[in-house]
Every structure is written in structure tokens, then in C-alpha cells.
């Protein structure tokens, strides 16, 4: 994921999107927690990746603060 973030960082400023975009991370964790198989780990996978999209945004900042 991480990896991905600069490629990420550079169509969000070439189209000018925001790196939050709470529509599309709401998006994102429901469709990925379809493929889900032990639904008693839903709140779990949920609250992973929620972390992991605030981790992937930290990065974005520091990246567009650097210019990147």
C-alpha cells in the first residue's frame, strides 16, 4: 500500500483531489469488508483499515509537503 501512495499523491494532484475524501473511504471499508469471510472479525478488519487509510493519508501529507 504504502508503495502505491506516491503513484496515489500524484493523480490526487494532478486532478485536484483531496487526500480525505470521507465518501470514498466509506466506501472503500464497506466494499472491501465484503470479502470478509469470518464476519466476527468485521469490527476488527473495519477498525485495521481505518488505521491503515490514516497512515496511508499521513504519508500523502508529508509527500505533498515535500512536493513530491
Known sequence: RMLMVKKIIQYKKEYNIPIYDSSREEYLINQNSTYLPD??????????????LAVSKLYQSHLIKKDI
Not at 469490527?43 to 481505518?50: D, G
Request: proline share 7%.
Open 39 to 52: 464476519t466476527s472479525l468485521l469490527p476488527y478488519y473495519q477498525q485495521w483499515l481505518k488505521e491503515t
